[in-house]
């Protein structure tokens, strides 16, 4: 059963709960990849996994400071939530559009370039976890993209 939170909608209550049940799941699932890497036997397996288990780490504090957030901002309490509200882009917010256009230049220019690397690794694809590798690196610079145009526009519409 989770907490109730004092004070809370019906809407803040139901996506508190969904939150923190899932937080649950997060953790009960990286405790099952965490057994099959030690159980498989296989180094290939074990590596994999602990990508996995990388980002299941992060998923699980993010569904954390998002609860945590919601905690803060629906009962009124004076302190800043983990995850910050919208809206706080500095003093200039015209940096914030500058370096986030300059940055997502540059994450498109590695996704170009990583593109090209993944190609190259067709003939091992097979046989090492590299194209894997470079794939997932790929996805995350599609990643780093879409935070930093999200960013970019929120910037953008600070300033009016």
């Known amino acids: 059963m989770t907490d109730q939170l004092v004070g809370a909608s019906v809407w803040e209550q139901t996506l508190y709960d969904h939150l923190t049940n899932h937080e649950n799941d ?37 569904f954390q ?22 809206g706080g882009w500095g003093s200039d917010p015209h940096k914030v559009v500058d370096v986030s256009e300059r940055l997502a230049r540059h994450e498109e220019m590695d996704l170009e370039v990583l593109h090209r690397i993944r190609k190259e690794l067709g003939d091992i694809k097979d046989t090492t976890l590299w194209a894997l590798l470079v794939k997932i690196m790929e996805l995350d610079t599609q990643k780093h993209v879409e935070i930093l145009n999200f960013a970019r526009h929120h910037a953008k519409k600070s300033i009016g």
């Open 26 to 62: 997060e953790r009960e699932l990286l405790v099952e990849y965490q057994q099959a890497a030690a159980e498989s036997g296989s180094a290939a397996f074990r590596y994999l996994a602990s990508l996995i288990v990388d980002d299941e780490t992060r998923h699980h504090r993010l």
């Open 65 to 86: 400071d998002m609860a945590e957030s919601l905690r803060i901002d629906a009962e009124m309490r004076p302190e800043e939530p983990p995850i910050p509200r919208l």
